[in-house]
């Protein structure tokens, strides 16, 4: 998985360049006070430098696998499919896109009985829309059907 493995590495990079950049408008302390800009600053650098030495690591290695295979593709479709899921909420709503992507989700990890996966994304929807909007009274967006 050399290659996935570097993929999320350049993620994981990235994000923490976007910390640390966040961080710079944080104090840092003076005399013996760190600040509140030193551990965001220390720990998005560790996890550059740490991204950096697993990319190396990676490309030294001498494996036979291929660039690509199923599993990078399944996962990189997972990952398109929850973009689209958030940047489509707003529009569409929690009620009706949650079981939509829960049953697209089901579908690319090959759980292949629909009625099963109807049930589960109802039975995920439900349980996520009591424990937020009910109990911690979140406001979920609301779809053109007003759920």
Known sequence: MKIATIIVTLGFIILGAVFFSM????RVGSGGDVGAGFFPRAISMAMVICGIVI?????????QEPLINVFIIKSLLMG?????YVFLMDSVGFVVLTPIYVILFLYLLQQRSAWKNIAYAIGITASVYIVFRIFF?????LSFLGI
Do not use: F, H, W
């Open 23 to 26: 961080a710079l408008d944080m």
């Open 80 to 84: 398109a499919v929850t973009v689209v």
């Open 55 to 63: 990319i190396i690591q990676e490309l030294r290695k001498n494996s």
């Open 137 to 141: 009274n979140v406001r979920l967006p």
